[in-house]
């Protein structure tokens, strides 16, 4: 299994209170991605990284920041919690772009985040 | 632009008996299409890829999927399921839209959830 650790796994906040999840890697791969996951919408992408401090806003990016100080870290941070934001969210990496040729992601076992 | 369509959200078959999942895509340049599987509780794990090599793909776990770019289609199958085949499947195609190479070239179907009955 690729090495992704998400943190938190299980997290229960308030609406308007800031939330960090965090994505790590032991793998060196260049591309990290956030992706959530919500009934009937499959995956959805939020932000996603080609590099140290290199990132770019995907599908539903609205409400959401990300940060990549480092090659093995991807932080994604909700300002200001809304209810709409209660999902599960994924952590994604690949070697490279082109790997999206071949499909090649590899993804963490998800944050499950519920905003009340 | 791109979009994929898994036509079925629920399948239910008994054990042992084959499993077809149908996907149709739509795209508008040489798509490559895969399967992705997501067990209870996990994160996805690729099942199988197309990339146009040959159309008849076989992936994990006894599962193989045919291209049909007359049918626009990319259909999963299995000949006999086995119970520890319940899970979540995602059908997911990809073009590289930008000089990026970004992720915003990857779509995913909603999902069917392959239920297994004893």
């Known amino acids: 299994d690729a090495g992704i650790t998400q943190s938190p796994r299980h997290k229960v906040t308030e609406t308007g209170t800031p939330v960090t999840l965090r994505c790590h890697q032991t793998e060196n791969h260049r591309y990290m991605y956030w992706y959530r996951q919500d009934p009937g919408h499959g995956l959805r992408l939020i932000h996603y990284?080609?590099?140290?401090?290199?990132?770019d806003k995907g599908e539903v990016s609205d409400g959401y920041s990300v940060s990549r100080s480092k090659t093995e870290d991807f932080l994604l941070t909700l300002e200001s919690a809304t209810s709409s934001q209660t999902s599960v969210y994924f952590c994604?990496?690949?070697?490279?772009?082109?790997?999206?040729?071949?499909?090649?992601?590899?993804f963490g076992e998800g944050s499950r985040l519920t905003v009340l | 632009a791109q979009s994929v369509t898994q036509l079925d959200s629920h399948v239910s078959v008994s054990e042992g008996t084959p499993v077809l999942l149908r996907c149709n895509y739509s795209s508008s340049y040489s798509p490559s299409l895969f399967w992705y599987v997501q067990h209870p509780n996990k994160g996805l794990q690729l099942l199988l890829k197309?990339?146009?090599?040959?159309?008849l793909v076989k992936g994990i776990n006894g599962f193989e999927a045919e291209f049909k770019k007359s049918e626009t289609s990319f259909h999963l199958t299995k000949p006999s399921a086995h119970m520890s085949d319940a899970a979540e499947y995602f059908c997911?195609?990809?073009?590289?839209?930008?000089?990026?190479?970004?992720?915003?070239?990857?779509?995913f179907g909603k999902g069917t959830h392959l239920i297994i009955q004893p």
């Open positions: 997911v195609v990809s073009e590289i839209m930008n000089s990026g190479g970004g992720a915003d070239g990857l779509t």
């Open positions: 994604a990496i690949s070697e490279s772009g082109i790997s999206l040729l071949t499909g090649e992601l590899f």
């Open positions: 197309y990339t146009s090599a040959a159309t």
């Open positions: 990284s080609y590099g140290v401090k290199d990132t």
